[in-house]
């Protein structure tokens, strides 16, 4: 069975025999991936009236552990992203009562952002729905297969 990808590569073979195409075999099939796991998660979050950047905060928040809050430095670093996108995020959950920004007690200048109960019980709520959407992605794949996939995506990551 030929897939889009294959058909892709395929055209390029015609059309430019004399390269090769195969890197474009992986990371064509890991970018469909991506998109795909995306989606199916973005409707999960959506179903729960969030998005993923929103989760991804208020999940960092609860795996702290108690009391559930963290000065905005760690949450860049936990959320992989930019400080500027931990801001406009964070602005976005205090405006909804999910999170709150107060002084810390430690650094005079900076800020610590706190899980608030509502924004405690719905990452509390969301969570196994996310949990299971991921499972669905996985359930193709035997516990061996996801070890060695998460290997393998772990040494691509770092390359």
């Not at 890197?23 to 991506?34: D, E, H, K, Q, Y």
């Not at 976005?92 to 405690?120: F, I």
Request: hydrophobic residues 45%; proline residues 5%; without cysteine.
């Amino acid at each position: 069975m030929s897939t889009r990808v294959d058909d892709i590569l395929n055209q390029w073979r015609a059309e430019r025999p004399e390269l090769d195409v195969s890197p474009m075999a992986v990371i064509g099939r890991l970018s469909r991936a991506a998109t795909t796991v995306d989606a199916r998660l973005a409707a999960t979050f959506a179903a729960h009236g969030l998005d993923s950047a929103s989760f991804d905060v208020l999940a960092t928040l609860l795996r702290a552990g108690a009391p559930h809050e963290l000065p905005p430095k760690d949450l860049t670093h936990w959320s992989m992203v930019t400080s500027s996108a931990i801001a406009q995020r964070v602005n976005k959950l205090v405006d909804r009562g999910l999170v709150t920004r107060r002084p810390s007690e430690h650094d005079g200048r900076g800020t610590v952002v706190a899980l608030t109960p509502a924004g405690k019980d719905l990452v509390e709520e969301t969570l196994p729905d996310h949990l299971a959407a991921e499972e669905r992605l996985l359930a193709g794949f035997s516990a061996t297969e996801r070890e060695q996939l998460a290997s393998l995506l772990e040494r691509l990551a770092g390359a």
